[in-house]
Structures are given as structure tokens and as C-alpha cells.
Nanobody, 115 residues
Framework: QVQLVESGGGLVQPGGSLRLSCAAS????????FSWYRQAPGKERELVAS????????SYADSVEGRFTISRDNDKNTVYLQMDSLILEDTAVYYC????????WGQGTSVTVPS
């Protein structure tokens, strides 16, 4: 069964850090790219960061460039999102995505940065 399970969210003060994890199973992890999306209350889901399958090239939304870092561990079948210098606008549910998931979304992990 193809599965992505996000974890690591929580409540963090402005300026703080969190590291999200995405554990993958049921498919060849190293053969696929991964992305992190987020959906803030009342807003549409947006792409935050992506990492390619082979060379691990990364890309970021302008809103998180320089603050977030996406990485992958092919031995642990896990993708990470290191989030630093968090701000109120980072409050959202964060989702991990990869092509084998098709149209299915996981449960996500919630990040809250209070004002």
C-alpha cells in the first residue's frame, strides 16, 4: 500500500524552528521526487518546496526561500522539511506529496505560529 505519513508539526513561537518528517512506504522511494504543500485556514493549498529524485535538487516558494530546507534520506525512506525563522503566515497544515500517491492526500501535520 502506497503511503506517506507526515509528522513533526506543533505550536512554535515566532522565530522558532520545526522539522517535519514524511515517512514513505509501498513504493520505490529513491525513484521519485517529493514535495511539501501547505494549506492555511481559509486559503488554497500551495506548493512550498520540492526535491528531485536523483541529484536531490531543491526548489522553494518565494515565501519560504532562505528559511525552509527540504531534504531526503533514501536509506530511511523519509523526506524532511526544516523550517526556521517561522512567522505567523507559516501557520498551516503541511502535506507531503509524491507521484505514486496519485490524487490521494495524507492527513498532514499542523503547524501553528501564534501572533
Amino acid at each position: 500500500q502506497v503511503q506517506l505519513v507526515e509528522s513533526g508539526g506543533g505550536l512554535v513561537q515566532p522565530g522558532g524552528s520545526l522539522r517535519l518528517s514524511c515517512a514513505a512506504s509501498g513504493f520505490a522511494f529513491s525513484s521519485h521526487c517529493f514535495s511539501w504543500y501547505r494549506q492555511a485556514p481559509g486559503k488554497e493549498r500551495e506548493l512550498v518546496a520540492s526535491i528531485t529524485r536523483a541529484r536531490g535538487r531543491t526548489s522553494y516558494a518565494d515565501s519560504v526561500e532562505g528559511r525552509f530546507t527540504i531534504s531526503r534520506d533514501n536509506d530511511k525512506n523519509t523526506v524532511y522539511l526544516q523550517m526556521d525563522s517561522l512567522i505567523l503566515e507559516d501557520t498551516a497544515v503541511y502535506y507531503c506529496r509524491s507521484p505514486p500517491m496519485g490524487l490521494t492526500w495524507g492527513q498532514g501535520t499542523s503547524v501553528t505560529v501564534p501572533s
